[in-house]
């Protein structure tokens, strides 16, 4: 079992960028698959991103494709997701996950968030 800890949310105007990271604790870290989700007031918790344990393999929303970027340093038990050219649309609180697989109802362990609001 891991405990996940988000940072690096933040006001941002549109077009700009953040990185928010996720800590782990444990030291089974690189066992799991890791996802960013997030959820906007009125709306439903969506998938953002996800990455194998490896780092190998990395899957997107197709509303965040060519513009966020999911990687992970296993030495460090930190994933991390690089959000560029980012849009009011994007405001939400952003939750990182640990999984057994990246099938959205592999996640199981939630991190306690981070906000993330974009300007127009």
């Known amino acids: 079992q891991v405990q996940l800890v988000e940072a690096g949310g933040g006001f941002v105007q549109a077009g700009g960028s953040l990185r928010p990271s996720c800590a782990a604790s444990g030291r089974t870290f690189s066992s799991y698959a890791m996802g960013w989700f997030r959820q906007a007031p009125g709306k439903e918790r969506e998938f953002v991103a996800a990455?194998?344990?490896?780092?190998?393999?990395?899957y997107y929303a197709d509303s965040v494709k060519d513009r966020f970027t999911i990687s992970r340093d296993n030495a460090k038990n930190t994933v991390y997701l690089q959000m560029n050219d980012l849009t009011p649309e994007d405001t939400a609180e952003y939750y990182c996950?640990?999984?057994?697989?990246?099938?959205?109802?592999?996640?199981?362990?939630w991190g306690q968030g981070t906000q993330v609001t974009v300007s127009s």
């Open positions: 996950a640990a999984g057994i697989g990246l099938g959205v109802n592999a996640f199981g362990t």
């Open positions: 990455i194998s344990w490896s780092g190998c393999n990395t």
